[in-house]
Protein backbone atom coordinates (compact mmCIF):
# COMPACT_ATOMS: atom_id res chain seq x y z
CA UNK A 1 0.00 0.00 0.00
CA UNK A 2 1.20 3.34 -1.09
CA UNK A 3 1.36 6.38 1.34
CA UNK A 4 -1.55 8.44 0.03
CA UNK A 5 -3.74 5.01 0.00
CA UNK A 6 -2.50 4.59 3.90
CA UNK A 7 -3.60 8.28 4.17
CA UNK A 8 -7.01 7.99 2.99
CA UNK A 9 -7.56 4.96 5.15
CA UNK A 10 -5.87 6.57 8.73
CA UNK A 11 -8.47 9.21 7.78
CA UNK A 12 -11.65 7.34 7.46
CA UNK A 13 -10.83 5.53 10.74
CA UNK A 14 -10.06 8.61 12.99
CA UNK A 15 -13.28 9.79 11.41
CA UNK A 16 -15.17 6.58 12.54
CA UNK A 17 -13.57 5.71 15.57
CA UNK A 18 -12.85 9.12 16.78
CA UNK A 19 -8.81 8.26 17.36
CA UNK A 20 -6.09 5.92 15.98
CA UNK A 21 -3.31 4.47 17.63
CA UNK A 22 0.49 4.10 16.04
CA UNK A 23 0.38 0.93 16.88
CA UNK A 24 -2.53 -0.84 15.97
CA UNK A 25 -2.16 1.45 12.41
CA UNK A 26 0.79 -0.01 12.04
CA UNK A 27 -0.11 -3.91 12.75
CA UNK A 28 -2.89 -3.03 10.03
CA UNK A 29 -0.81 -1.74 7.67
CA UNK A 30 2.09 -3.98 8.27
CA UNK A 31 4.55 -1.18 8.28
CA UNK A 32 7.02 -0.30 10.89
CA UNK A 33 5.31 1.98 13.89
CA UNK A 34 8.34 4.66 12.56
CA UNK A 35 6.18 4.62 9.00
CA UNK A 36 2.73 5.50 11.06
CA UNK A 37 4.30 8.25 12.97
CA UNK A 38 5.64 9.91 9.35
CA UNK A 39 2.07 9.46 8.37
CA UNK A 40 0.50 10.62 11.15
CA UNK A 41 2.82 13.75 11.53
CA UNK A 42 1.81 14.15 7.41
CA UNK A 43 -1.88 14.32 8.35
CA UNK A 44 -0.96 16.61 10.92
CA UNK A 45 1.00 19.37 8.50
CA UNK A 46 -1.97 18.94 5.95
CA UNK A 47 -4.51 20.08 9.22
CA UNK A 48 -6.32 16.70 8.51
CA UNK A 49 -5.83 15.36 12.01
CA UNK A 50 -3.82 16.45 15.57
CA UNK A 51 -1.14 14.20 17.04
CA UNK A 52 -2.02 12.90 20.34
CA UNK A 53 -0.25 11.03 22.62
CA UNK A 54 0.24 7.52 20.88
CA UNK A 55 -1.72 8.15 17.82
CA UNK A 56 -4.07 10.73 16.33
CA UNK A 57 -7.52 12.23 16.18
CA UNK A 58 -9.51 13.77 13.77
CA UNK A 59 -9.13 18.06 13.57
CA UNK A 60 -11.01 19.73 15.27
CA UNK A 61 -12.00 16.45 17.99
CA UNK A 62 -9.35 18.10 20.85
CA UNK A 63 -12.52 20.06 22.05
CA UNK A 64 -15.03 17.41 20.97
CA UNK A 65 -17.56 16.53 23.88
CA UNK A 66 -20.87 13.84 23.57
CA UNK A 67 -23.73 14.85 24.98
CA UNK A 68 -25.15 12.32 27.28
CA UNK A 69 -27.28 10.37 25.22
CA UNK A 70 -24.36 9.45 23.38
CA UNK A 71 -21.88 8.48 26.47
CA UNK A 72 -24.95 6.42 28.01
CA UNK A 73 -24.63 4.47 24.96
CA UNK A 74 -20.92 4.10 24.31
CA UNK A 75 -19.18 1.19 25.80
CA UNK A 76 -22.35 0.12 27.70
CA UNK A 77 -21.10 -3.64 28.99
CA UNK A 78 -17.68 -2.07 29.81
CA UNK A 79 -19.19 1.02 32.11
CA UNK A 80 -21.17 -1.45 33.30
CA UNK A 81 -18.30 -3.91 34.74
CA UNK A 82 -16.69 -1.05 35.85
CA UNK A 83 -19.47 0.27 38.20
CA UNK A 84 -20.33 -2.76 39.51
CA UNK A 85 -16.32 -3.47 40.61
CA UNK A 86 -16.19 0.07 41.83
CA UNK A 87 -19.08 -0.71 44.19
CA UNK A 88 -16.28 -2.62 45.98
CA UNK A 89 -14.38 0.74 47.02
CA UNK A 90 -17.46 2.79 48.59
CA UNK A 91 -16.06 3.07 52.40
CA UNK A 92 -18.40 1.25 55.18
CA UNK A 93 -20.61 4.51 56.39
CA UNK A 94 -18.21 6.86 55.08
CA UNK A 95 -18.82 9.65 52.92
CA UNK A 96 -18.09 9.34 49.15
CA UNK A 97 -17.97 12.25 46.23
CA UNK A 98 -19.95 11.16 42.49
CA UNK A 99 -18.29 12.80 40.00
CA UNK A 100 -20.28 13.84 36.72
CA UNK A 101 -19.68 10.99 34.37
CA UNK A 102 -21.77 8.32 32.58
CA UNK A 103 -19.65 5.40 34.53
CA UNK A 104 -19.70 7.05 37.60
CA UNK A 105 -23.75 7.55 37.25
CA UNK A 106 -23.55 3.76 36.67
CA UNK A 107 -22.35 3.51 39.91
CA UNK A 108 -24.79 5.72 41.75
CA UNK A 109 -27.44 3.60 40.34
CA UNK A 110 -26.04 0.51 41.66
CA UNK A 111 -25.59 1.18 45.13
CA UNK A 112 -27.76 -0.84 46.95
CA UNK A 113 -31.06 -0.23 49.10
CA UNK A 114 -29.29 -1.00 52.87
CA UNK A 115 -26.31 1.52 52.04
CA UNK A 116 -25.61 4.08 54.50
CA UNK A 117 -23.30 6.44 52.73
CA UNK A 118 -22.82 10.18 52.97
CA UNK A 119 -22.67 11.31 49.16
CA UNK A 120 -21.70 14.78 47.34
CA UNK A 121 -21.75 15.26 43.83
CA UNK A 122 -22.09 17.76 41.18
CA UNK A 123 -23.77 15.96 38.64
CA UNK A 124 -27.50 16.18 38.39
CA UNK A 125 -27.96 12.27 36.68
CA UNK A 126 -25.87 11.34 39.74
CA UNK A 127 -28.28 12.91 42.21
CA UNK A 128 -31.24 12.36 40.68
CA UNK A 129 -30.72 8.54 40.87
CA UNK A 130 -30.24 9.55 44.58
CA UNK A 131 -32.87 11.44 45.67
CA UNK A 132 -35.41 8.43 46.65
CA UNK A 133 -32.38 6.26 48.05
CA UNK A 134 -33.44 6.58 51.80
CA UNK A 135 -30.05 5.28 53.24
CA UNK A 136 -28.08 8.08 51.53
CA UNK A 137 -27.32 11.38 52.71
CA UNK A 138 -27.00 13.57 50.02
CA UNK A 139 -25.71 16.83 49.38
CA UNK A 140 -26.24 18.10 45.95
CA UNK A 141 -23.27 21.02 45.26
CA UNK A 142 -24.97 24.21 43.69
CA UNK A 143 -23.56 26.22 40.68
CA UNK A 144 -24.08 26.91 37.05
CA UNK A 145 -25.34 23.85 35.08
CA UNK A 146 -23.65 23.13 31.95
CA UNK A 147 -26.33 21.49 29.37
CA UNK A 148 -24.16 19.51 28.17
CA UNK A 149 -22.76 17.18 30.97
CA UNK A 150 -25.49 18.41 33.42
CA UNK A 151 -22.66 18.93 35.86
CA UNK A 152 -22.48 22.38 38.43
CA UNK A 153 -19.65 24.34 37.76
CA UNK A 154 -17.76 27.50 38.34
CA UNK A 155 -17.76 29.82 41.93
CA UNK A 156 -19.99 27.86 43.82
CA UNK A 157 -19.30 24.50 43.01
CA UNK A 158 -15.42 25.43 44.26
CA UNK A 159 -16.22 26.58 46.89
CA UNK A 160 -18.38 23.92 48.40
CA UNK A 161 -15.68 21.25 47.78
CA UNK A 162 -13.22 23.47 49.56
CA UNK A 163 -14.98 23.42 52.31
CA UNK A 164 -15.02 19.03 52.65
CA UNK A 165 -13.03 16.15 53.22
CA UNK A 166 -14.68 12.89 51.62
CA UNK A 167 -13.39 8.95 52.20
CA UNK A 168 -13.20 8.66 48.30
CA UNK A 169 -14.02 10.27 45.23
CA UNK A 170 -15.19 8.08 42.00
CA UNK A 171 -13.51 10.45 39.24
CA UNK A 172 -14.66 10.54 35.82
CA UNK A 173 -12.02 11.63 32.82
CA UNK A 174 -13.12 12.05 28.79
CA UNK A 175 -9.03 10.98 28.24
CA UNK A 176 -6.52 9.44 29.97
CA UNK A 177 -3.00 8.70 29.54
CA UNK A 178 0.51 8.30 32.34
CA UNK A 179 2.28 11.50 30.25
CA UNK A 180 -0.88 13.90 29.53
CA UNK A 181 -2.61 12.73 32.72
CA UNK A 182 -6.16 13.54 33.49
CA UNK A 183 -8.40 15.61 30.40
CA UNK A 184 -11.65 16.85 29.54
CA UNK A 185 -12.95 19.19 26.76
CA UNK A 186 -14.08 22.16 29.35
CA UNK A 187 -11.98 24.46 31.47
CA UNK A 188 -14.95 24.82 34.07
CA UNK A 189 -15.58 21.24 34.42
CA UNK A 190 -11.81 20.60 34.60
CA UNK A 191 -11.71 23.45 37.50
CA UNK A 192 -14.52 21.38 39.22
CA UNK A 193 -12.39 17.73 38.71
CA UNK A 194 -9.63 19.56 40.32
CA UNK A 195 -11.45 20.60 43.70
CA UNK A 196 -13.03 17.05 43.60
CA UNK A 197 -9.56 15.69 43.85
CA UNK A 198 -8.20 17.81 46.88
CA UNK A 199 -11.40 17.56 48.80
CA UNK A 200 -10.60 13.75 48.87
CA UNK A 201 -8.46 10.98 50.96
CA UNK A 202 -8.50 8.41 47.95
CA UNK A 203 -9.10 8.79 44.12
CA UNK A 204 -10.64 6.24 42.18
CA UNK A 205 -11.15 6.82 38.44
CA UNK A 206 -13.47 4.63 36.53
CA UNK A 207 -12.59 4.69 33.29
CA UNK A 208 -13.55 2.51 29.75
CA UNK A 209 -10.31 1.70 28.16
CA UNK A 210 -11.41 3.35 25.00
CA UNK A 211 -10.24 6.94 26.51
CA UNK A 212 -6.59 5.72 27.22
CA UNK A 213 -4.10 7.87 25.22
CA UNK A 214 -7.08 10.31 24.55
CA UNK A 215 -6.22 13.89 24.90
CA UNK A 216 -8.31 17.09 25.67
CA UNK A 217 -8.19 21.23 25.85
CA UNK A 218 -8.43 21.39 29.83
CA UNK A 219 -5.77 19.13 31.97
CA UNK A 220 -6.86 18.44 35.38
CA UNK A 221 -4.36 15.73 37.05
CA UNK A 222 -2.20 13.47 36.69
CA UNK A 223 -1.73 9.67 37.97
CA UNK A 224 -0.21 11.09 41.45
CA UNK A 225 -3.21 11.99 42.21
CA UNK A 226 -5.21 8.51 41.52
CA UNK A 227 -5.19 5.90 43.66
CA UNK A 228 -6.68 3.44 41.50
CA UNK A 229 -7.88 3.08 37.88
CA UNK A 230 -11.09 0.68 37.32
CA UNK A 231 -10.87 -0.07 33.53
CA UNK A 232 -11.69 -2.96 31.35
CA UNK A 233 -9.34 -5.62 29.93
CA UNK A 234 -9.20 -3.49 26.83
CA UNK A 235 -6.54 -1.37 27.62
CA UNK A 236 -3.25 -1.78 26.25
CA UNK A 237 -0.31 -3.19 28.37
CA UNK A 238 1.66 -0.37 27.36
CA UNK A 239 -0.66 1.94 28.81
CA UNK A 240 -1.36 0.17 31.70
CA UNK A 241 2.29 -0.46 32.58
CA UNK A 242 3.11 3.12 32.09
CA UNK A 243 0.11 3.94 34.30
CA UNK A 244 1.32 1.66 37.01
CA UNK A 245 5.54 3.17 37.36
CA UNK A 246 3.26 6.44 37.85
CA UNK A 247 2.23 4.76 41.48
CA UNK A 248 -1.53 3.89 40.04
CA UNK A 249 -3.45 0.48 41.43
CA UNK A 250 -4.90 -0.32 38.21
CA UNK A 251 -8.00 -3.01 38.35
CA UNK A 252 -9.06 -4.73 34.94
CA UNK A 253 -12.47 -5.88 34.31
Known sequence: MYAPERHQEILRLARE?????V????????????????????LDRAGLVRRVHGGAIPAGRLDFEPDLTEREATAAEEKDRIAAAALAEQPDGGSVVLDAGSTVARLAAGIPAD??????????????????????DLHLVGGRVRH??????????LRAYAEIRADVLFLAANGFCADAGLTTPDLAEAAVKRAAIRAARR?????????????????FGSFADVDLLITDTGLAPVHQAAIEAAGTEVVLV
Do not use: M, N, Y
Open 17 to 21: AGRVD
Open 23 to 42: LSLADLFQVTAETVRRDLKA
Open 115 to 136: TGLTVVTHALPVAARLADHTGI
Open 148 to 157: RTRAAVDAWA
Open 203 to 219: VVLLADSAKAGQEHFAR
